[in-house]
């Protein structure tokens, strides 16, 4: 049709180099490459990081274009993560999308990154879908930088209710993990682990935070100091306790998530109530969820596997409410790094 509006979305801010074509705000293609490098350092190094983008983005996005069976000139615009994130790699997506937009003539369109993971739910993967939660609702967005309750009142006015003071629980996760020497990320290895541990064998401090705000880094203290007395007393403590040392990790960081938000669901009012992010993903807090929205009468928006992680369909379909609204950015507009909503 003439009139059909296909956006490119282009995600570089980590790790993960991803383009994806929508079609009226239907997914056509979702291509990611990621980055096995970061293993070897416990980390993601931002240099390497943002070489591998470097050879990654142009392939990535022919493949995008290939895959939704259309050509480039049929685009309409580029969307593409102009941050928060790590800024090498952020300039990576953002030059190429300046450069490919230029060339063919067609607008831009800058997404915040926060902003994209809380659209993913509102990604179409046929004309039919209805699955979008309705405005407002809540949102839990937790990954490796972000630990937010976010209230959305349109796709383009999201109020932050609360946020971590410190740690995000996603970098809480990862740094135990480190600890107990399980490796980089340690998100996916706890989540496997504690589904065959005992979350109640072993107990952590909570923090007692004010308001809606998240605290995880007083957690992680605890892990560390409970962890360095036990092996003390035997030295193959972890080995032997492997399984309800994940589980109890996360079922600790879990019910502090899920006890600030039952707190905001009830201070506003709303029972719609989604999460978002690279830990929504673990099965601990979808598992959570499921048992809150019947326990409060909840209705809950749990997003598939592949739209947790770092993704470009929803820096896409994020793109495509900013095309219908007219609202494109200038050629000179610098990636950022801070952790925002703008």
Excluded at 45 to 52: I, K, N, W
Excluded at 141 to 170: E, F, H, P, R, W
Excluded at 249 to 259: G, P, Q, R, S
Aim: overall charge negative; proline content about 4%.
């Amino acid at each position: 049709m003439k009139d059909d509006i296909y956006i490119l979305g282009i995600e570089s801010s980590c790790d993960d180099t991803s383009a994806a074509v929508l079609r009226n705000g239907v997914l056509l293609s979702n291509v990611t490459a990621s980055q096995e490098v970061h293993k070897a350092y416990g980390g993601v190094v931002p240099e390497l990081a943002s070489r591998a983008h470097q050879q990654n983005v142009v392939p990535v996005v022919d493949q995008a274009i290939q895959r939704a069976g259309i050509t480039k000139e049929q685009l309409t615009a580029v969307a593409f993560t102009r941050g928060p994130g790590l800024m090498g790699s952020l300039l990576v997506g953002v030059s190429f999308a300046k450069g490919f937009a230029r060339s063919l003539g067609i607008p831009m369109i800058d997404v915040n990154h926060l902003q994209g993971h809380v659209m993913a739910h509102f990604i179409k993967e046929s004309d039919d879908d209805h699955s979008a939660p309705p405005m407002p609702f809540l949102c839990l967005l937790v990954s490796g930088g972000n630990s937010q309750i976010v209230k959305v009142n349109a796709y383009n006015d999201m109020q932050v209710l609360g946020q971590t003071i410190d740690d995000a629980a996603g970098e809480a996760i990862d740094k135990c993990s480190k600890v107990m020497g399980l490796g980089y990320p340690g998100g996916p290895i706890i989540d496997r682990l504690a589904r065959k541990g005992n979350p109640h064998a072993f107990t952590f401090s909570e923090p007692h935070i004010p308001g809606l705000d998240y605290s995880f880094s007083g957690l992680k203290t605890s892990f560390l100091y409970n962890l360095r007395d036990w092996v003390k007393e035997d030295p193959d403590f972890v080995e032997h306790h492997l399984e309800d040392l994940a589980a109890s990790l996360e079922f600790t960081i879990v019910d502090i998530l899920m006890k600030k938000l039952k707190l905001a669901a009830k201070q506003t009012g709303i029972k719609h109530v989604a999460v978002a992010g690279g830990v929504s993903a673990n099965n601990g807090l979808r598992n959570a969820f499921k048992d809150y929205a019947e326990r409060f009468g909840w209705t809950i928006y749990i997003p598939k596997f592949s739209y947790t992680t770092d993704n470009a369909a929803m820096i896409g379909i994020t793109g495509y409410y900013k095309y219908l609204d007219g609202d494109f950015c200038a050629i000179d507009a610098p990636a950022f790094s801070k952790v925002t909503f703008q």
